[in-house]
């Protein structure tokens, strides 16, 4: 039976012309089966970057507006080309831009979030048996302004196109063929998992597996749309690739489906603070002003009267939320403020966890027997995350991937 | 007085981001005295032969339609750019690309011809101080698919928005400071022309003095739009300019104003064609046919019934041209079928002609008096243009210019 795909490829995967006419080969490849094919692309790689190198020439700290109606040519640029290199090899093609496919976002230049797609128009020529190349990243707000998406833009347009167009799939091009149990780069081991619930690659993608923009799995989870990760480097259809989709699709729960990391975190701690209400906003507060975002957050409360609060923040961030973190402090009359960029985080996840218990103290012991020591410790429904020193990483990746028997 | 300003720079005028800086710079002197300003911008010097070259990678003969989503982009950058560097020197500005702008074309994709303007909200935004970028060149079909509008575009797009908002001048900045009355790179006694008819001009801008394009002045003649080309390597505002206005707003109307020349067209000529009516026809159709341009055309009739034609093709197509003539030539019998690409056309214009005689066989006598042969002669109500061979060309500008004393 034919289906109706969204396929997304990235910056690399038509980072030349020649790259892509072999995008070009592939979708027709689809089209000819008989399925409809909309293609979202992202700018060939590199471009965005010269965009932005000419911006900040000119006005880095300039209204977000201008440098959207700016970033946005880089995509504008490749769905042209991409129709041509179609229509080159003898399939029927058009392009739209974002405001063309009537991707309709709020007004949050350079970070704008999709309200609505009307994709009347592109199901029409779909009927008409045509390619529809959409430019990821972009769309318009109801006065006709462009916008961008920002990080993780293309992905999130493939999702959403595939939402209001009613797809069967929503297939991401990346240069790895799929989701692993942990980093093969880290582990040799690591085995390649063909499915896993939307839920469980939320929690990978924001614990760093970089397959998907953690965005775009968030569409995908609230509209239940099944992504399937591929790489557009394999020749041929017969590649691997990781199908993310609904939960009861998935059989067989596993207990822990992948060990993920981030090393790009610090870790800040302030001590000794009189417990009172409201001393998590007093200590949070001047920090998410100065727009510096907080990840894992952990509080014990004392015996003393007094609370002792950690939390973790991007490492680029490190140096100034520890200088904010250090003036509350003395206001406060906290104990003491410390902080260590030396460490990392490593989870483990799996959708069985919601119906076994022990998984988290099994994860302890076998760090434990290492003798690793765990700062910092997180939990969800389908995640335990722990802090370690970053020199102890790659031992308590390993060391988690083989205990829960990852690589069998 | 303040006024309504649309100003018009061109590849060269942008072409980095130190010149994007001194074009907000000159700008902002304008908009700082209290005139309202729109300024009409074209693609980054070489930008629009990059995509040109990336489209020529993937299917040079592809959709014009994803041809000029392509080709669009680069001005797209521009107008951006350029509100950024105005908003860095403290100037409120707002870009337009030619969709947002509401410049309506027909869908003749690459060679679009303008419509309608909807200048309403562009208004909204000059009485709110701001000062309007627009990208030129392009435009948005009725349903908003993005068209482009071929060779000078961008002069085009600003004579039709000066035109659209009632503007009280154009302003084509370029890398010349004005119309001379020939190219003072062959005379160096060539006189700065500072106020010209656009009857005038559009001669001048048709017979090869590459200032300003010629769309754009008929747009001009045609709505009475007066324009002012200066050079935008001028500094300060004190540098001189061309005004090219309505014939009654000129004071003193000379006999000859300048000297046109063109060395880019060659000449065609089939002999003893059976004379009958619709033989013009039968000789042009196949070349326009062809979609080759005709420019002069002569036709004498012989004494014998049969007639001879001569026309003028761009020396691009003179080899195609020449083919197609001689296979028209088989056909009707006539007697032969020659060319010759090594020739040039002089040209002298003046809106004095109209009322003087004489003009015509003063400029043939001092081109006998130099021993120059005329192949042929065309003549309009202000224009008189010869054919001469190649190697004199130079001589015959000079012998113009000093014959009508335009040195003077």
């Avoid at 529809?132 to 992905?155: K, P, W, Y």
């Avoid at 003798?371 to 410790?377: A, E, K, L, S, V």
């Avoid at 390993?398 to 069998?408: A, I, M, P």
């Amino acid at each position: 039976m034919s289906k109706l795909i969204v396929q997304k490829y990235g910056g690399t995967s038509v980072g030349s012309p020649e790259r892509i006419k072999e995008v070009a080969k592939r979708v027709i490849r689809y089209h000819d089966r008989g399925d409809s094919v909309v293609v979202v692309v992202s700018a060939m790689s590199g471009q965005t970057n010269k965009l932005v190198e000419l911006i900040n020439e000119i006005n880095p700290g300039g209204s977000a507006r201008e440098k959207d109606v700016v970033l946005s040519t880089g995509e504008q640029v490749t769905i042209g080309l991409l129709s041509l290199a179609l229509e080159a090899q003898g399939c029927p093609a058009r392009s739209y831009t974002g405001a063309q496919a009537r991707v309709m976002t709020d007004n949050a230049y350079c970070k704008a979030r999709i309200s609505n797609i009307d994709g009347s128009q592109i199901k029409q020529d779909l009927a008409d048996g045509k390619v529809v190349v959409v430019a990821g990243f972009q769309g318009v707000d109801e006065h006709g302004n462009i916008t961008t998406l920002g990080r993780g833009g293309s992905d999130t347009t493939a999702v959403a196109l595939a939402v209001a167009l009613e797809a069967d799939e929503c297939q991401i091009f990346t240069d790895v063929d799929g989701v692993y149990t942990t980093d093969p780069r880290m582990v040799p081991e690591a085995k390649h998992i063909p499915k896993l619930a939307l839920e469980e690659m939320l929690e990978m993608a924001s614990q760093g597996s970089k397959v998907l923009q953690i965005r775009a799995v968030e569409f995908a989870h609230k509209y239940d749309m099944p992504i399937r990760v591929l790489s557009s480097f394999d020749e041929g259809d017969d590649g691997k690739s990781t199908l993310v989709t609904r939960e009861e699709d998935i059989m067989e729960e596993v207990l822990v489906r992948g060990v993920a990391f981030n090393k790009d975190e610090a870790q800040l701690t302030i001590t000794g603070v009189p417990d009172q209400p409201g001393v998590a906003y007093k200590i949070l507060g001047p920090i998410s002003d100065a727009n510096i975002e907080v990840d894992m957050i952990v509080q014990n409360i004392g015996s003393d009267g007094t609370t002792d609060f950690t939390f973790t923040v991007h490492r680029n961030d490190y140096e100034q939320a520890k200088k904010i973190l250090c003036d509350t402090a003395r206001e406060l009359g906290a104990k003491d403020c410390t902080g260590d960029d030396k460490i990392a985080k490593v989870s483990i996840i799996g959708g069985g966890m919601r119906s076994h218990a022990g998984v988290a103290s099994q994860m302890f012991e076998a760090l434990a027997k290492e003798n690793i020591n765990i700062r910092m410790i997180s939990t969800s429904e389908i995640k335990v995350s722990v802090v370690v020193d970053e020199k102890y990483l790659e031992l308590a990746v390993r060391t988690l991937h083989e205990v829960f028997q990852l690589d069998q």
